[in-house]
């Protein structure tokens, strides 16, 4: 914070920016679009916008008091919330005033906005082998005649009807409950771990069986709830990762790491709360599905994919070789750790499976990318970008796989924090821009609304800001429409009264949404250093891509895959009239979503997927870039917008670019 | 505790009696012959009598206050004891006035007794070749050349110098620890278990390496602390099971759990408790040794043996089925468990392996003394009579092994509460016992005192009690004097100042020690109801013996071997006296020790002792004795003591026995 602002991010919707001290949580929700149940317009009588206040202060700033941020509580507060409410840490949004920075969790009876899985599932074509399987068996009684002991009775069992080994190992709390399921007769259901040992056992109605695979992004954590009998996925669930707080990007967690001797246990603690937060999302949508109450013991597996930080983070490794020259990390190796041990509360009998490591900055996120895609499986040379917070290029094909992380914070630049009106792809994120030629009308979409702005009332829009494909979008709008030059400044030229100067920042921007368009009062705007971070995001995805060809010695790809839930919403022609990526026909680009999450389902419900994960990180060869010859030089070449014909030979075909709803057709 | 007496348990001593309420505890230590530090003689102004109220209540009366069966602080001891010690629960014993049933912890430092480890460790002959195994390394600097990841560079060089396979797992925890130990250079020490997983890395000065073999038994724990690499034991240490608060046998304490909630969660945490304390004095006991600080992160591999009472109440599984036909158990084979998750605080990637069980009564223990004693490798026929709390029967040769329990808690009538004087072999315990015939004139020898009773002033003597194998001597030796008959009566018609009827009880008692032969200021005897004690357990025990000899189609055993630590003491003569076993050439009997805690040291230090074990407690035939038809009549049949020539032919033999000091040799 400085003196007269501070910095509120409210969870788990992950919408952040600065307010005016003095100001409640209230106006700070209203201001940044957070949608808070309000009955009572804030009158301080409904008493239905209670909040958490998570963190009174950023722990980067090494404060430890937990409420000296806001202010004390109000009378109104006592009537409203119960004592066990305050005691938590609850206050009333319309109550409490700002004084510091402010992490504010709004839960789920407070929100008003509906809940947007950024991160869907995708159907995904493998056989269900999964490393938790089911078995049914019945057995008599004990008896003097046969008085082997219970385990040994039941590996009998499973070994006449499923040719398991006779012989499994049993973890020693699912022994422990062993005896109530026997004594009172009836069927058995049991899991089995890799054919080698009983994590489960119990008897009568059967029970759900669950996986959880987990996407642990350094801005946002992603769960899909698998059904390892059917191998379907049950329910999705997303979060940002409550580890912003220590910093938005790798580099900052690996400082706050090194500047408290308590830093990584206190990451490490903060995602395994978060994983938490998403396995009782996931369990509350699960049982309303089902229609019984799905509890944390039905999670019977759990596969984890991250970065390598993020990897280190919720092992409590210490990230610091991760940090410099040669980025080492302290395992390649895919991990069976049991969750208890990562004090992740499903069944205690569970294992959580990492998926491997490929180097410093690429770990079990690629591999999960290149399990779902399997370009190591292919003829064709396919290009994957994975847009996230960092950008992760991988080039390969059945011979030779490179892989390597863009030079910047790539997720950023494109939608966060670095972003004047940035958010995540939520309802009310302008999603697609248009800019007439000339009268540089502007006609957008927001998430969340099927209507263009030009089918709907202003007042219907209720926009909040820009997501990663409406920044995209705009740009290249702007571009072809001759308002932004090649060089990325606004043409001072061009007149129209959407482009202004700023006059408290004394900067350029482009309004794209008038403020009676908006739900936060404000007209919503691409400033010149908007445009700017956009440009330095894609110089760096460009030149990764260009360099890693080099690498291969290849002019082209053959396929190019844009990934990650951001990548997914990139429209192609867009991406290719700003130059994020090499010349490739464009009906040889494809989104293919949240592939790393797509991988890390694959390797919870199949176990050939996770002998493959092993081989792939083994397999493909990292680069780091930076350390590539003329590497600084490449970079400043492609911040230029390419010329209408350069780059991209198909760019005439794409003009003129009409709306399209194919979009908005798909369900988020 | 009645109205007038209450209980008063002494750890680690395992002393016990009723004292009249109202005495102090240093009156009740000198009442029971446990030997507090009090350097003031009781006068209040020392403070070296610190004791430790453990519970001030026992468990199975239920009671939940702690401090309510001892009198209130006393000022003088504000002024001796720290705050932090008042609010650990330290009293001084001379202060603190017993008012009900007492678990009492004697500090090392308050301990004027030295201490007696009576599961001493015999040498044994296997190779060693522990599971976990300790390997060293140089390891060459990451570098952009060869960035392969700690664990991986770890995983190669050990695959190189020892042909480890190249992909090992490892424990996080030791991965944790893996960059420090690599940021500095260096050789590298690494623990490896079974080959398979990596358990801790540490870099320098070699630190030492300990595997810990524990000796859960119903009344005693016993640990030996192993050198890994050498595979010698470094240091013994031996404690009262403190679940004796819940209840002398395994039926007890089948019962707490029944009648308690949370009973097996008590009694689990009570033994983990003690294992912790046993830790401690064998670290210490260590450090001492080798003169460097060893710490509980030193031990890395724990191997343990006991009953299946004992090792499911360690695992907490429910014992219900211990305690019912068809008595079975919850699993038969051995498993390795992290020993955190016992709650079993050494190093944290430590395995703890528990011994197999047989059946529902014998467990880890009775496997541990086949792998000691071998009789599955034997021609011969062996019978091994492991006397504990509980007595265990083995027959067996190359072809055949069965096993079976005795009818009765053997312990406890031989040496334990159910004896008027019945102590542990500590110091001051009488061991050995003559009586003159004729004269009836008594001499004896305690623990720790070379000299006999005839060859000391009456005051040298210290005596404090009566342990399993002075009372065995003194029924031989009253018997064969005529004061006691084949019915195991006292014969009214001897003569004698020491043959007299007690007043109180109005039973007839023999006089073994004098008051001033007596630490404790009162006479020590032996009680017509003692008598009936041994000859119950005697007759349990030959009537086993005879019962498993039937079975097996045989007249006699060729060998029989005297295990447990009271065993070992046993001189076979007196045993063959009162007719304990059946027939066998006196030079065939030998004394093993603690054969139990031997096997477990073996499995310990002894990869394939492991298999063995598993293979024993599958191959060994588990007989049920009350199932045997006319096993009642069998055993009354056995109560009477022999005739001179029954029963044992070399009889004649054995008189005159002569006073022997071989015995005094020995160090206890």
Redesign the interface.
Known sequence: MDDKNAMVIFQPSGRRGKVPVGATIMEAAIHLGEEIESLCGGQQVCGKCKVLIETGHFEKFGIESKQEHAGPLQEVESNHLSEEDIAAGFRMACATTIHGDLLVYVPKESRTGKQVVSKAARDLAFDPDPAVKIYTVALSP???EN??????RLCQALAEKYQLPE?L??D??A??S???CL?RGGDLTVSVWQGQEILRVHRGDPRPHYGLAIDIGTTTLAAYLCDLTTAEVVTTASLMNPQVQFGEDVISRINYHMNYPDGLARMSQTVVDGIHSLIEDALAAASETTGGAVRPNDIEDVAVCGNTLMHHIL????P??LGA?????????S????A???GIHVNPSAYVYTLP?E??FVGGDNVGVILAEEPHQSHETVLIIDIGTNGELILGNKDRMICSTCSCATGPALEGAQIEFGMRAAPGAIERVRVAAGSFEVDFKVVGRHQWRSESQPEEMRTKGICGSGIIDALAELFKAGIVTRSGAYDLKAVSDRLRENPDSEMMEFVLAWADETSIGRDVVITQNDIRQVQLAKAAIYTGCKLMLERMKLEKPDRIKLAGAFGNYIDPKMAAVIGLFPDCPLDHIVSVGNAAGDGCRMALLNCSKRLEADWVARHAE?V?LT?VKDFQEHLIEAIHLPHMTDSFSHFDALLPSEPSSARSGKSR
């Open positions: 004990a008896s003097l008085s082997a002991a219970d385990l040994e012989e190992r049993i020693v709390y022994l422990r062993l005896r109530e004594s092992l409590q490794l210490d610091d070789p020259v040669p980025f080492q990390p302290a395992n390649h190796a991990m069976n750790i049991k208890r041990d990562l490591n180097a410093g990292y780091e350390l």
